[in-house]
């Protein structure tokens, strides 16, 4: 049944391997954003966990999954109130940057008879989570009187929301805030980690090394791209994702729709380039299912838009003849991958 993504996890366990041994070089460790699988795990169970360090994910009821697993397991969105009593109960670490919360896991980890790590976020520039270094000195004073509570080390993020490039001068930031917090508070943090896949050209330049000891990769792991930039990392491989669907109407028809257009079924108003007649397709998948930046294996194949359940496709330069019934193959980029990872009328396929 289509539609179907296909997994290389051989793909995948190679790009581990590599970044793993590039980290070594570096003196870092290294934490794999699993957030992508979506909890699927069956590919989490073949990684190849001699190569990492510990696991990352944004979602509690995926890491309630993997409570199994002997490794470390960090929950990288701040915990709501809510899931406080999962967060103590399946993960070893979160990040937070708020006293409030940190009081609860504190009273909750009690309960459990658990000391729970934190990982204080700083607000680096890329305003989406983390405090500035003042407010970070109180929460930290406090802390300290918190008896299951323990102060693990200090994160950042980097290019998620507001596009931020990772820099020599954000990562120098990053590690002076670091070494001030634990000269004032007589502490000393075990994580210092500000680096995501986008930051992959500091840890292979050295840029990262003796400034941090841990990296969260994610997009580099799985998909062998730099984000923010969207370049290719040559050594990794970029197919380990690979989307199926089947053609289900394939006609000729106009650039341009007839009559008055009004905004789509997602609100927008759509606009058109008149090409004269194309050749088009409707697929068995949609923005129900996936974003719209996949690429098609095949060169000669345009993505001109999508409904909740069908991709329209222009053919009309493709070399090969087309018929219906025909599948067509795509690789999803990172924002894509997420969506198909979620569906649940996407079949998976372990490769």
Same mark, same amino acid.
């Given at each position: ?143 300290? =009187? ?9 994160? =950042? ?87 199926? =669907? ?106």
């Amino acid at each position: 049944m289509y539609p179907i993504l296909k997994i290389n996890v051989e793909g995948i366990n190679k790009n581990i391997k590599i970044i793993k041994e590039l980290c070594q070089q570096n003196d870092i460790k290294l934490s794999v954003v699993i957030k992508v699988l979506s909890g699927y795990e069956e590919v989490v169970n073949k990684l190849n966990f001699d190569y990492i360090d510990s696991l990352s994910d944004s979602r509690i009821s995926n890491l309630k999954k993997y409570q199994d697993l002997k490794i470390e397991k960090w929950l990288i969105r701040i915990p709501s109130f809510d899931e406080i009593e999962d967060v103590i109960k399946y993960s070893d670490v979160s990040f937070n940057s708020s006293l409030e919360t940190i009081i609860l896991l504190n009273e909750e980890a009690k309960r459990q008879n658990k000391i729970h790590k934190v990982i204080l976020m700083y607000e680096l520039g890329d305003l989406r989570e983390g405090v500035d270094q003042d407010k970070l000195m109180g929460i930290i004073k406090e802390i300290k =009187a918190l008896s299951n509570i323990k102060i693990y080390g200090l994160g =950042a993020n980097l290019t998620c929301y507001g596009g931020v490039e990772p820099t020599m001068e954000n990562t120098d930031e990053l590690y002076m805030v670091a070494k001030e917090l634990e000269k004032k508070n007589n502490i000393s943090f075990d994580i210092i980690t500000g680096a995501n896949s986008s930051s992959y050209k500091l840890l292979s330049n050295g840029t990262l090394k003796d400034k941090m000891n841990y990296v969260r990769f994610g997009e580099s792991v799985f998909l062998g791209l730099i984000p923010g930039y969207y370049e290719k990392i040559e050594e990794l491989n970029q197919n380990n994702f690979i989307v199926e =669907a089947q053609i289900v109407e394939l006609e000729k028809k106009d650039s341009v729709p007839r009559g008055k257009v009004l905004k789509n079924s997602f609100g927008e108003v759509p606009s058109f380039v008149d090409n004269g007649v194309r050749l088009k397709a409707l697929i068995n998948i949609g923005k129900q299912d996936t974003g719209l930046n996949l690429k098609p294996l095949d060169k000669g194949i345009s993505i001109l838009d999508g409904s909740s359940d069908y991709l329209i496709l222009d053919l009309t330069n493709s070399q090969k003849q087309y018929k219906l019934g025909d599948i067509v193959s795509f690789v999803p980029d990172y924002e894509s991958l997420l969506k198909l990872m979620t569906s649940p009328y996407v079949k998976k396929e372990l490769q």
